[in-house]
């Protein structure tokens, strides 16, 4: 009743504390029997684990070597190979063992007569040492019939596979002496340990036959001695396979709980200063002050006071970026507005010179030569117009993820030169240039597997950039292999005017152009660059340029090397030859465009063809069944009604054998690529070119003649 009496009396502070003091001496007694209990059950658990491990291996182990022991027993009573260890014959070891040398799963296989003399070998690149097999061996073998060892070589340890060669009536080789030896011998190395280790689930390495193999607690290790012919320690293969139901963190566990049962006493006031007290110090000094080192050690609290840290964090972080994105905005308003103007500028360029010379073409008193050379400006103006109009889709097209690579097979020894052949021609003869192939001493034989469309344009819109910038001196480009990295390296390298290391920072950003002296007839958005680095990016590779201002720059990229594995048969080119001229035939236009229309019928009727119009799809199918002379058509695939793609497959269905030729204002390979895959015979793009719809035009007649010829 006293003690009773006594622990009432107690205040809260000492109540908690006794509590806290008894509790922990029952919990640290019930740690001390579990500890020992885990101890017990650790070592029990480990042995049986090792015990069933270390069968596990050697059983493992002896599969292993099943395959190639049951290969060199069924390949040893063969008699052709009996009868070539008295032929010798260098050919038949050739078409029959050579050529089978990766089915024997071997990296060296060789055959010895009785008198221990080589016959013949072969090896795998793997090993270089030759006729490693001791002599001594073989006539252990010539009365055990079969042997297995190991044997260590410069290489490495080889296992190795003896036999002795019997005819096939001698199945157990018991009845006929031996007609030689066959060996089959595997190098191991690391594939050798890992397909070990896949199938018994271990880390397989390979150490000295002394090796003395230590306990560790969180792995289970089994090592198997590799022993030769006289039944001596070559080597031992460590097998070492983590011990899953380690014990080690359990006793750590238990001997932390008691230590912090018997502590709880002084880290409860400890801690409740620091988890409660301390955060709220420091949520006091952040709200003050902002201070970011306060705002890091609210952070490292833990719960909600952690969880407040990181929203004063982003909080901050917000607001910095908030300013960022300020500055960011005034940039783009910057950079925008010089864009619209350097946009107004280039369009106007052009269109001043179409609508200038245009009007100058009214005058009747103009000669033929001036005339010519109006149209001539009127015709590269409107090309400048459209290659400003194609960059700006492209580059939307790029941003939109629209555009996909079309990977196929590419000679790139012949890409190369035709470039070089297209690009030639196109120099301007008031420049002072040397146009050439860099030499490439190891040139690729087989096709790649990129998009030669970007390819190609990659390379065009970095020569082009090139020739802009060069007035004398040299252009050059090619490409080399680096097989360490598998990668195509291209360069293009030319002595123009280079580039300050200002400009070379942002080259590839779009919309930025190369300004300064002797700069200024130079044109364009400042698109290309970005375009072709966003090409390159696309095929995998990579762009990048060095320069030196006078002295003329390199711009170089690299793209995968991969190369074709599909085999195509290969189609004869088709030769083009417009020896003829085809006339009188009747071609149906559809185009809901009058302009467009008028220009098609003009350029058509140039070659004595008769032209008929259909101003929708829907008319288009009409005219095509009730005119039965109608020998081709020009489908535009955008028009009312039925579009283009539509009215292309009911006349199809009409007429199969009717040819029909796509025209439309895209102008992207996707686009191009769909037309033709839906079936179109081919497909011209606007603006219309006059000698391309004159080819086209013959190409199309001609083979219709053959075809009615036929």
Same mark, same amino acid.
């Given at each position: 009743?006293?003690?009773?009496?006594?622990?009432?009396?107690?205040?809260?502070?000492?109540?908690?504390?006794?509590?806290?003091?008894?509790?922990? #001496?029952?919990?640290?007694? #019930?740690?001390?029997?579990?500890?020992?209990?885990?101890?017990?059950?650790?070592?029990?658990?480990?042995?049986?684990?090792?015990?069933?491990?270390?069968?596990?291996?050697?059983?493992?182990?002896?599969?292993?070597?099943?395959?190639?022991?049951?290969?060199?027993?069924?390949?040893?009573?063969?008699?052709?190979?009996?009868?070539?260890?008295?032929?010798?014959?260098?050919?038949?070891?050739?078409?029959?063992?050579?050529?089978?040398?990766?089915?024997?799963?071997?990296?060296?296989?060789?055959?010895?007569?009785?008198?221990?003399? #080589?016959?013949?070998?072969?090896?795998?690149?793997?090993?270089?040492?030759?006729?490693?097999?001791?002599?001594?061996?073989?006539?252990?073998?010539?009365?055990?019939? %079969?042997?297995?060892?190991?044997?260590?070589?410069?290489?490495?340890?080889?296992?190795?596979?003896?036999?002795?060669?019997?005819?096939?009536?001698?199945?157990?080789?018991?009845?006929?002496?031996?007609?030689?030896?066959?060996?089959?011998?595997?190098?191991?190395?690391?594939?050798?340990?890992?397909?070990?280790?896949?199938?018994?689930?271990?880390?397989?390495?390979?150490?000295?036959?002394?090796?003395?193999?230590?306990?560790?607690?969180?792995?289970?290790?089994?090592?198997?001695?590799?022993?030769?012919?006289?039944?001596?320690?070559?080597?031992?293969?460590?097998?070492?396979?983590?011990?899953?139901?380690?014990?080690?963190?359990?006793?750590?566990?238990?001997?932390?709980?008691?230590?912090?049962? %018997?502590?709880?006493?002084?880290?409860y006031v400890y801690y409740t200063k620091r988890w409660? =007290?301390?955060?709220?110090?420091?949520?006091?000094?952040?709200?003050?002050?902002?201070?970011?080192?306060?705002?890091?050690?609210?952070?490292?609290?833990?719960?909600? $006071?952690?969880?407040?840290? /990181?929203? $004063?964090?982003?909080?901050?972080?917000?607001?910095?970026?908030?300013?960022?994105?300020?500055?960011?905005?005034?940039?783009?308003?910057?950079?925008?507005?010089?864009?619209?103007?350097?946009?107004?500028?280039?369009?106007?360029?052009?269109?001043?010179?179409?609508?200038?010379?245009?009007?100058?073409?009214?005058?009747?008193?103009?000669?033929?030569?001036?005339?010519?050379?109006?149209?001539?400006?009127?015709?590269?103006?409107?090309?400048? %117009?459209?290659?400003?109009?194609?960059?700006?889709?492209?580059?939307?097209?790029?941003?939109?993820?629209?555009?996909?690579?079309?990977?196929?097979?590419?000679?790139?020894?012949?890409?190369?030169?035709? %470039? =070089?052949?297209?690009?030639?021609?196109?120099?301007?003869?008031?420049?002072?240039?040397?146009?050439?192939?860099?030499?490439?001493?190891e040139k690729l034989q087989e096709n790649i597997l990129?998009?030669?469309?970007?390819?190609?344009?990659? #390379?065009?819109?970095?020569?082009?950039?090139?020739?802009? $910038?060069?007035?004398?001196?040299?252009?050059? $480009?090619?490409?080399?292999?680096?097989?360490?990295?598998?990668?195509?390296?291209?360069?293009?390298?030319?002595?123009?005017?280079?580039?300050?290391?200002? =400009?070379l920072k942002m080259i590839f950003d779009r919309f930025?152009?190369?300004?300064?002296?002797?700069?200024?007839?130079?044109?364009?958005?400042?698109?290309?660059?970005?375009?072709?680095?966003?090409?390159?990016?696309?095929?995998?590779?990579?762009?990048?340029?060095?320069?030196?201002?006078?002295?003329?720059?390199?711009?170089?990229?690299?793209?995968?090397?991969?190369?074709?594995?599909?085999?195509?048969?290969?189609?004869?080119?088709?030769?083009?030859?417009?020896?003829?001229?085809?006339?009188?035939?009747?071609?149906?236009?559809?185009?809901?465009?009058?302009? /467009?229309?008028?220009?098609?019928?003009?350029?058509?009727?140039?070659?004595?063809?008769?032209?008929?119009?259909?101003?929708?799809?829907?008319?288009?199918?009409?005219?095509?069944?009730?005119?039965? /002379?109608?020998?081709?058509?020009?489908?535009?695939?955008?028009?009312?009604?039925?579009?283009?793609?539509?009215?292309?497959?009911?006349?199809?269905?009409?007429?199969?054998?009717?040819?029909?030729?796509?025209?439309?204002? =895209?102008?992207?390979?996707?686009?191009?690529?769909?037309?033709?895959?839906?079936?179109?015979?081919?497909?011209?793009?606007?603006?219309?070119?006059?000698?391309?719809?004159?080819?086209?035009?013959?190409?199309?007649?001609?083979?219709?003649?053959?075809?009615?010829?036929?």
């Amino acid at each position: 009743m006293c003690s009773m009496k006594r622990l009432i009396n107690l205040n809260t502070y000492s109540k908690l504390l006794l509590l806290i003091i008894s509790t922990s #001496i029952f919990f640290f007694l #019930i740690y001390i029997s579990l500890y020992l209990y885990t101890v017990q059950e650790e070592r029990h658990f480990y042995k049986t684990t090792y015990n069933q491990y270390d069968k596990e291996v050697k059983s493992l182990f002896r599969l292993n070597s099943k395959t190639a022991t049951a290969t060199i027993i069924d390949v040893t009573y063969w008699d052709e190979l009996v009868n070539f260890t008295k032929t010798k014959d260098k050919k038949w070891f050739d078409k029959y063992i050579l050529s089978q040398f990766e089915s024997y799963e071997a990296d060296y296989i060789c055959i010895y007569g009785l008198d221990q003399k #080589i016959i013949n070998k072969t090896a795998s690149s793997k090993i270089k040492s030759l006729d490693f097999i001791p002599k001594e061996m073989m006539s252990a073998l010539y009365k055990s019939k %079969l042997e297995r060892f190991y044997i260590k070589i410069p290489e490495g340890v080889v296992e190795v596979f003896g036999a002795t060669i019997h005819p096939s009536n001698d199945p157990k080789k018991n009845k006929t002496k031996p007609s030689g030896y066959f060996f089959i011998a595997r190098l191991l190395d690391e594939s050798f340990f890992n397909a070990l280790g896949n199938i018994s689930s271990s880390k397989v390495n390979l150490v000295s036959s002394d090796y003395a193999i230590a306990n560790e607690d969180d792995f289970v290790i089994v090592g198997i001695d590799l022993k030769d012919w006289k039944n001596g320690a070559v080597a031992k293969l460590l097998f070492k396979r983590p011990f899953n139901l380690n014990y080690t963190n359990t006793k750590e566990i238990l001997f932390i709980v008691v230590l912090v049962s %018997l502590i709880n006493i002084f880290v409860y006031v400890y801690y409740t200063k620091r988890w409660v =007290y301390n955060p709220l110090k420091l949520i006091k000094s952040i709200l003050e002050t902002g201070n970011m080192s306060s705002i890091n050690s609210l952070k490292r609290s833990q719960g909600e $006071f952690g969880y407040i840290g /990181n929203l $004063f964090e982003e909080n901050s972080n917000q607001r910095k970026q908030l300013e960022i994105s300020k500055q960011k905005a005034e940039e783009s308003d910057t950079l925008k507005s010089s864009f619209l103007a350097n946009l107004s500028h280039e369009i106007r360029t052009p269109m001043n010179a179409i609508m200038g010379f245009s009007d100058l073409l009214h005058d009747t008193n103009l000669e033929e030569k001036e005339r010519l050379e109006y149209l001539k400006i009127i015709k590269n103006s409107g090309g400048n %117009l459209v290659s400003i109009i194609e960059d700006l889709i492209e580059m939307s097209k790029i941003d939109a993820n629209q555009i996909m690579p079309n990977y196929k097979g590419l000679d790139i020894e012949k890409c190369i030169i035709e %470039l =070089y052949d297209s690009i030639k021609v196109t120099i301007p003869k008031d420049k002072e240039i040397q146009f050439y192939i860099l030499e490439n001493p190891e040139k690729l034989q087989e096709n790649i597997l990129t998009d030669e469309t970007k390819l190609k344009q990659i #390379i065009v819109n970095l020569i082009t950039n090139a020739l802009k $910038f060069t007035d004398r001196g040299f252009v050059a $480009f090619g490409y080399s292999i680096n097989k360490e990295k598998e990668v195509l390296e291209f360069k293009i390298e030319d002595s123009g005017m280079g580039i300050s290391e200002n =400009y070379l920072k942002m080259i590839f950003d779009r919309f930025r152009r190369i300004e300064g002296d002797g700069s200024s007839e130079l044109s364009g958005l400042g698109l290309g660059l970005s375009i072709t680095k966003a090409y390159v990016e696309m095929l995998g590779g990579e762009i990048k340029v060095s320069s030196t201002i006078g002295l003329g720059s390199v711009f170089s990229f690299t793209i995968p090397l991969k190369l074709d594995q599909t085999f195509k048969a290969i189609k004869p080119k088709k030769v083009k030859s417009f020896f003829r001229n085809y006339e009188n035939e009747i071609i149906l236009v559809a185009e809901d465009d009058t302009i /467009n229309f008028l220009l098609l019928k003009k350029i058509i009727e140039l070659k004595n063809h008769t032209v008929l119009r259909a101003k929708n799809g829907q008319e288009a199918i009409a005219i095509c069944t009730e005119n039965p /002379n109608i020998s081709l058509v020009f489908m535009d695939i955008k028009m009312p009604v039925l579009d283009g793609y539509q009215a292309y497959e009911k006349i199809k269905i009409i007429r199969p054998e009717l040819p029909v030729i796509a025209q439309t204002a =895209y102008s992207s390979f996707e686009e191009k690529e769909k037309m033709m895959q839906f079936g179109f015979m081919d497909c011209i793009t606007k603006p219309l070119d006059k000698e391309k719809v004159f080819e086209m035009l013959d190409t199309v007649f001609k083979e219709l003649n053959k075809t009615q010829d036929a």
